[in-house]
Structures are given as structure tokens and as C-alpha cells.
């Protein structure tokens, strides 16, 4: 297969100084991409720091013959959200490409966490991810296209302990995702999220064992695929870590129908159907499923 280059494109890739956006610059780069590393330097917590890991990156992929500039933008507010929006299309004059991969976390239990938790969390991982998009939408729409990349969690699905902020901000990034699949349809914008695992500071005290196939390379991949021309996907969640690449699949039962009237008490009798997980249903299918049940509730009466 011819290899997937990227030459001309632009790339902005938010929170890029570390961890896994730092193996897709570096990958982005090495494709021929022009390469924004936004990244404010934050701590895991969100804290200021000095550190300028964004810089750093940028000389390295300029010493290896990249293209790449450093942004310090807070994605976290509007207005730098979209600075680094309007910077990217000053110095490169187009933007191809948006990886949303800045985060922070604050876990806490959640009768401990504190609306100010819930906030910045929001604010880093959502609201980030939605301004950053906002602001390149309408550059994408005139070009006649472009690929957004969210990154949520596993911890936006299945939840997690200690992260009700955080868990609430990557599935919002779910709904995100798939919105703006279906409103960028027509002019050419795929937008897909990942729910990635690799080991970065994020979960160094997590990962163990299994550090070894936990490299950022093994998820860089799939952020690179869906990010090409030639890439097809749009709205799709995947789940990619450690070698393995899925694909996360939304699905209800048949569940159970009521016709007419419906009481709690029916509700409770029909418990065993309600959550039989023997008969699923894509909810793709399940309108249709819908329509046939309203026929045959006419049909019956
Ligand atoms: P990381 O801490 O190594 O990198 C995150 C980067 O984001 C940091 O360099 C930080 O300075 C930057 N950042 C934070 N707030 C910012 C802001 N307001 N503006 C700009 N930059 C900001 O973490 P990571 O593990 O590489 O995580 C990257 C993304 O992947 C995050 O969204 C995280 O939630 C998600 N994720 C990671 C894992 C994993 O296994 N590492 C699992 C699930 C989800």
C-alpha cells in the first residue's frame, strides 16, 4: 500500500509537548506535514509550570528536517482557542488537520470533588476540544474538507472511580464526535474520536506490568489513518492501545414493547425482557424496529 503522507497539510495537535500528541507530531511531521505543537505547559493537574515542552519539541523536529511551530495557547479559553486557530492559518495559510488531545486530570471521590473540579476538567477536555473546533470548521468547510480527531476514554463509556469530571468530559466528547460527523458530512469534514491507552505521566501509576506494549506508537497509527484524504471513517469511536485496534459499537437490546397504556408496575413485570441481552440491536436498526412494532400494535387493535 502506498504510504499515507501528509505533504502540505497542516496539523494542529492541541496539548503536543507530551505523552501520545508528542508521538503524533513527531509522526505527522516525519509524513511531511507542517505541524502546530500547541501545548501551555501544564501540569498533570492542570498547574503552571515553566516548562516549555512544546519548544523542545519543535526543535527536535526541526533538527530531523520537519516543519513545526510551538504554540502556548490555553485551548482551555475561547479566546486562545481560536488564536491558535488564526495563528495557523497566518504562517501556514490553510488547516487540514485537528488531533483535540490536551487534557489534565483532577480525580477526586465524588462526594469530595468540588465544582471548580468538575469546571476545569470540562473546560481542558471539552470545551477545549469544542473551541479549537469551532474556530478551524469554517477554514475546513472552505477548503472543501478536512479530519478532526477527538481523544475521549474508556472512562467516558464505562466510567471510572475518582473521575466523575472527567468521565462526563470524554463521553461529551462522544456526543461531540458524532454531531459533528453528520453536520460535516456535506462539506467534506470526517471527525472521529479515540479511547486510547499508553503509558505517559497520565498513567504511569497505572499501567504496570504491561508498560512494554504500552508505547504512544502503538495508538499514533490510528490518529495518522484518520486523519488522511484517503480515510473514509466518520463518527466512529475507536478504542486502541497496547497493538489492539477496535472499534466501539453502540447497541441496545430489543427490549421490551408496551402497547397503549404503561405502568411502572408493567414496567417491573416485563424487568427480564427489558434487560435480556440475548436479542441486541443496533440502534442504527432500532427505528426500523419501532416502525414494525407501531404496525403490529395497529394491526392487533
Ligand atoms: P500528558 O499529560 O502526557 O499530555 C497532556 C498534555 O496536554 C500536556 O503536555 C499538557 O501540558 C497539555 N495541556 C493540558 N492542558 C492544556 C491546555 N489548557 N492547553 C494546551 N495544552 C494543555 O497526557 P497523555 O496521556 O498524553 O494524554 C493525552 C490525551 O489522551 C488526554 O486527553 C487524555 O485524557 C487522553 N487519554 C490518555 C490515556 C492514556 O492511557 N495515556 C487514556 C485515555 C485518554
Redesign the pocket.
Known sequence: MDQLGFDGKVVVI?????????SHALQFAQRGALVVV???????H?ETTT?S?ADELVKSINQQGGTAIADF?????PQ?AAALVDRTVKEFGRIDVVV??????LDKSFPKMTNEDVERVM???FF?SFYVTQAAWPHMKEQGGGRVVM?????GYLGNFGQAN?GSA?AALIGLTRTLAIEGARAGIKVNAI?????????ENL?GDLASR?D?GFVTPVVVYLSHDSCPVTGEVLIV?GGRVARLLVEQNRGAFFAETMSAEQVAEAWGTITDPTQPLLIADVAAEMGMIVEMNKQGS
Not at 38 to 44: H, I, R, W
Not at 151 to 155: D, G, L, N
Request: glycine content about 20%; hydrophobic content about 35%; aromatic content about 2%.
Open positions: 492541541t496539548g503536543a509537548g507530551r505523552g501520545l500528541g508528542r500547541n501545548d501551555v505547559g501544564a501540569g498533570l492542570g516548562e515542552p495557547s490555553d485551548i482551555s479559553q486562545s483535540n488531545n490536551a487534557g489534565i486530570l473546560r481542558v477536555h477545549g481523544t475521549t476514554s474508556v472512562a472527567y470524554k479511547a486510547p491507552g499508553a503509558l505517559t505521566r497520565m498513567t499501567i504500552m504512544p492501545g
